[in-house]
């Protein structure tokens, strides 16, 4: 006689996952439209949509500057796809509050293989904007 074994797995959803969830969709959406604009090379406008953690880190000019300086070589975007998502409630050097961490396996005009990390997360003003952005 043969012998069967059943295992059953049962899934719990708490408030706090679903929560975590829809803070991973909102942020990854900030941070693609806020990309579109640094892929045009609409810095400018990308300044004025980021968060205001990041907007006191750094002058508009400034970052037109390092934006410019580190975007501009590596050419146009080609392709983009999610590497790694994580919410978060703190970040090293940064306040505590509500983070997606996201990075991105992207190829570029003049670099085929690069990661770019942006971290979107929810402003004072209940908005997911991007507060981090680093290419390498």
Known sequence: MKRCTILVLICVVTPWMFAQDKALKAGQTAAESWLALVDNADYAASYDQAASVFKSAVTKADWQQKITAARGPLGKMLSRKVKFAQYTTSLPGAPDGQYVVLQYDTSFENKKSAVETVTPML??????????????
């Open 123 to 136: 402003d004072k003003d209940g908005q997911w904007r991007v507060s981090g952005y680093f290419v390498r």
